[in-house]
């Protein structure tokens, strides 16, 4: 028994000590290596959805930290960050629903700052319903619309692309969460699968916790995955894809939903675009095919349909102007109107997104843009 007491009492003391170690090298970090501050806060407010993959918490409220900036997070009952909209139209006032990711939600600025909201402030004749989600691509976007965005009967719905969207639209693990997938089928319609969306397991819970909240514990839980992923390949001949690791769903209804899209000209050739991640081809038949019938739902239900694009990588302008222009879909680039505007003025230090001053650059040209079109007639 004399053992087994000093035995415990060993690890006990072996185990705080590694605690306060790691302690120590958390607080550190947090005072010296400011470039390990989590860069996902904007995560912090999502939630599992067996449709979407993710969703904003319904009525959820925060800070959302981060290096460059601390902004309050506030979301209304139907899990937008914007203010109380019902269903129901309200006479007199005509509406316009935002379909958008991080940038349209407003990650890292204040509500009032946001793009949408400007725009909502010179327009009180307008209710102006932002239903972006951060990290959403346009299939979350086109399901999103049929499942919940419709029920706001606006009069004009604007999608905000942004050329990542593509990479999204692609894949059916983002973000460190599982989401909905389009299979291409051999006639370029598309079919859902990936659906109902399984949730995170044990492991991906506490990796994501620890992305989103600790500068060294993610570091040293990640030297492990790299250590075991090299092992567990090597034993099975090979890289294994990360979500396959986990299982198949409980259940799947793959294939109950097919969308066939109108007849779209050829995307451009994959050797006239940039390398995607990994040096993979950019695809763009699943990007094009998903806008292309975004519009034509909305349109089905007597609403204006246009598109913004957001300038970057590659270039949104190249990989749809063509489909935009076949279907008559009003469009407007925003590289023109941040061509020449220093970074300071425009974006964050550390972070790509649009500062204060960015969303208001991408609202005055908007707003010229819905004008000019009589979108707000």
């Known amino acids: ?50 449709l979407l993959g993710w969703v904003h918490v319904p009525g959820a409220s925060g ?77 979350q976007q ?9 029920r706001y009967q606006p009069d004009v719905v604007l999608l905000l692309f942004h050329p990542n969207d ?10 460190r969460y599982y989401k909905p997938h389009f299979e291409l089928g051999p006639e370029g319609e598309l079919v859902l699968t990936k659906v109902p969306v399984r949730e995170l397991t044990r492991r991906q ?7 989103q909240r600790t500068f060294v514990l993610i570091r040293i839980w990640e030297l492990f995955e790299d250590v075991e992923g090299a092992l567990r390949d090597a034993l099975r001949g090979g890289a294994a894809n990360a979500a396959a690791l986990d299982g198949e769903p409980s259940s799947d209804r793959s294939g109950e939903l097919v ?18 991640r990994e040096g993979r081809d950019v695809d763009l038949r699943r990007t094009r095919a998903l806008v ?26 190249r990989a749809l102007s063509d489909v935009l222009e076949q279907q008559g879909i009003p469009y407007l680039s925003l590289a023109p109107s941040f061509r020449g505007v220093p970074r300071e003025e425009s974006k964050f230090e550390h972070d790509p997104h649009w500062n204060a001053g960015g969303h208001a650059i991408a609202a005055e040209a908007v707003d010229d843009f819905l004008e000019e079109r009589g979108l707000l007639d």
């Open 205 to 211: 819970t506490i990796e994501r916790f620890l992305h």
């Open 63 to 139: 800070v959302q930290d981060h290096r460059d900036f601390s902004v309050r997070i506030e979301n209304n009952d139907h899990g937008l960050r914007d203010d109380d909209y019902s269903f129901e139209r309200v006479p007199g006032k005509r509406r316009l629903l935002l379909l958008g990711d991080s940038f349209g939600w407003g990650f890292g600025v204040e509500f009032e700052e946001n793009m949408i909201e400007i725009l909502d402030e010179r327009h009180p004749d307008w209710e102006m319903i932002n239903a972006s989600v951060a990290g959403y691509g346009t299939d």
């Open 166 to 175: 593509i990479e999204d639209n692609n894949d059916d693990y983002r973000y």
């Open 142 to 150: 086109l399901l999103y619309y049929r499942e919940t965005g419709h």
């Open 259 to 276: 969308l066939v899209p109108p007849e779209l000209p050829p995307p451009p050739p994959a050797e006239e675009l940039p390398k995607g």
């Open 1 to 50: 028994m004399e053992r087994l007491r000093s035995l415990a009492l060993n690890l006990l003391l072996a185990g705080m000590a590694v605690l306060l170690t790691i302690g120590l090298f958390e607080l550190g970090a947090r005072l010296l290596v400011p470039e390990w501050t989590p860069k996902h806060a904007a995560r912090n407010f999502w939630t599992h959805d067996a």
């Open 292 to 317: 292309s019938l975004l519009a034509e739902e909305v349109r089905d239900d007597g609403a204006e349909f246009a598109v913004i694009t957001i300038p970057g990588w590659p270039d949104p302008e």
